[in-house]
């Protein structure tokens, strides 16, 4: 044992995060934070490498780690491919096999990739320090993270001018999965394949204690990457929803909640009660990604309404899965199902949040999932305007900032707007992108025109209705 601990400290690893050397992530990267765990409770040296040009000659075994699949490699990587020196990189994540269409790989790639580290031969070295069964090796779910990987980078950011606030996601939560797996089968998620879900880590196997000078928690809120918490069964959900509360610390499921449980399971009145007693840290997240559960949607959105009146509820909207450009037919199925859902978002008072399948790319106008995800994903357009005011708002910004003065309104109906197009103003004035993409879509499906007018002049104010909600009271 001695030995080997001498042999650690000469030895050097590098881990990488390939998303954020890309720019393509604000969150720490778990899997590295585990390892860098592991390192340290070795005493093994180990750094994050920032520099696309790092010189990895120093390094005796890299980590990289990579979520999405469009991430570029570092520089680094890509000069190292080939040569001697490519046998120390160890590389894993998501992002190497998630866009995989046959099934069979798939499967194959993300059973190797979710056991490669416990089979590291490198780790395999080194005892494990976190208890459980493993003697030597990592053993990822008791791995506590080391919570610090990321202070170099951070630091880095606050010297060239950003706030630190703006990192809070590398330096105030805890960070694990309580449960992992899911049951739904979403054609589009890495989850697909799984159908049961299992209890993972223990909250205290990554719940870090650290305090500041005045005795503070230096890392106060949790965050959770599980998969679909509430679908796992009540004896999982149960006592680690209490656990949670119980440690006082605000919580947030990162990835959503699972709505349609509320509906689904016999426990759903008790789930949205303990929800609604806990310290969640800022909006409950929920996910409405299937036009078809509307029904199911609706009926646990009255549970949920009933016991969180006042909470502030967001729904994740999955979309741009599957397209083609082409394909004008699904694309318009796919943006009348994208409104359909946020009205009944808004009648219940609740905000939505559009997620892009990078498949958006691929519609006939992709441009426009970009527009109505500014518009959406901006609470205080979306409580405010209706997706036609926030894109007429967008001219009526531009003109006030660049012409002379002219008198003209900040908002306008459509069909102003479009006696502005007859009359020839737009000849004259640039109109801004939202505008054309409206047009352009309305071009694109005259027959549904009325219903399209209809759809982006949706607006919460006008939609939400408590009565969907409310318990009628007992008359006197
Ligand atoms: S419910 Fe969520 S985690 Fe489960 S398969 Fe669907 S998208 Fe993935």
């Not at 196997?205 to 965050?223: Q, T």
């Not at 009205?343 to 426009?368: E, S, T």
């Amino acid at each position: 044992m001695r030995a080997k601990k001498q042999n650690a400290q000469t030895l050097k690893v590098g881990l990488v995060d390939a998303d954020l050397l890309d720019n393509g992530t604000r969150h720490p990267n778990l899997v590295l934070l585990k390892i860098a765990g592991f390192l340290h409770d070795n005493s093994i040296p180990f750094h994050l490498i920032l520099d696309q040009d790092e010189d990895i000659s120093k390094y005796d075994r890299i980590f990289l780690s990579r979520v999405f699949s469009f991430t570029s490699m570092p520089a680094f990587f890509e000069k190292a491919k080939g040569t001697k020196a490519e046998k120390i990189f160890a590389t894993g994540g998501t992002g190497f096999y998630v866009d995989k269409q046959n099934v069979k790989e798939f499967s194959e790639e993300r059973n190797k990739d979710m056991n490669s580290l416990e089979n590291d031969p490198f780790l395999n070295r080194f005892p494990n320090h976190r208890g459980g069964a493993r003697v030597f090796g990592i053993d990822m779910a008791r791995q506590m993270p080391y919570y610090h990987l990321y202070d170099e980078y951070v630091d880095q950011q606050v010297e060239s001018g950003f706030k630190r606030d703006k990192y809070k996601d590398y330096q105030k939560y805890s960070i694990g999965f309580l449960t992992r797996g899911c049951i739904r089968h979403c054609p589009f998620c890495v989850n697909k394949l799984e159908s049961t879900i299992h209890p993972y880590s223990e909250l205290e196997w990554f719940l870090d204690d650290e305090r500041d000078e005045k005795g503070r928690l230096v890392r106060p809120y949790v965050y959770l990457w599980d998969d679909n918490f509430l679908a796992s069964n009540v004896n999982v959900w149960r006592p680690l929803l209490q656990k949670l509360i119980d440690s006082g610390r605000p919580f947030q499921f990162r990835q959503g909640l699972d709505e349609r449980m509320l509906a689904q399971s016999p426990y759903g009145e008790e789930m949205a009660m303990m929800l609604s007693k806990s310290k969640y840290h800022g909006d409950f997240i929920f996910a409405f990604d299937n036009w078809r559960d509307r029904d199911l949607i609706e009926r646990a959105l009255k549970i949920w309404k009933r016991n969180n009146p006042k909470k502030g509820t967001k729904f994740y909207l999955f979309c741009g899965f599957m397209q083609e450009v082409t394909d004008t037919n699904r694309f318009y199925r796919d943006i009348w199902e994208l409104f359909q859902r946020i009205r009944v978002l808004m009648q219940y008072g609740c905000v939505g949040y559009v997620m892009r399948h990078q498949d958006y790319h691929k519609a006939p106008i992709a441009n426009l999932y970009v527009q109505i995800a500014r518009w959406c994903n901006q609470p205080q357009f979306y409580k405010k305007m209706s997706f036609w005011e926030f894109s007429y708002r967008n001219q009526s910004y531009w003109e006030e900032n660049t012409l002379p003065p002219s008198g003209r309104p900040e908002l306008m109906s459509f069909e102003q707007f479009e006696d502005d197009i007859r009359t020839g103003y737009y000849d004259r004035v640039k109109m801004c992108l939202p505008l054309r993409d409206i047009v352009d879509v309305l071009d694109m499906f005259p027959e549904h025109r009325d219903e399209l007018i209809e759809m982006f002049n949706y607006k919460m104010m006008d939609l939400v209705n408590p009565a969907l909600w409310e318990v009628p009271q007992p008359a006197d």
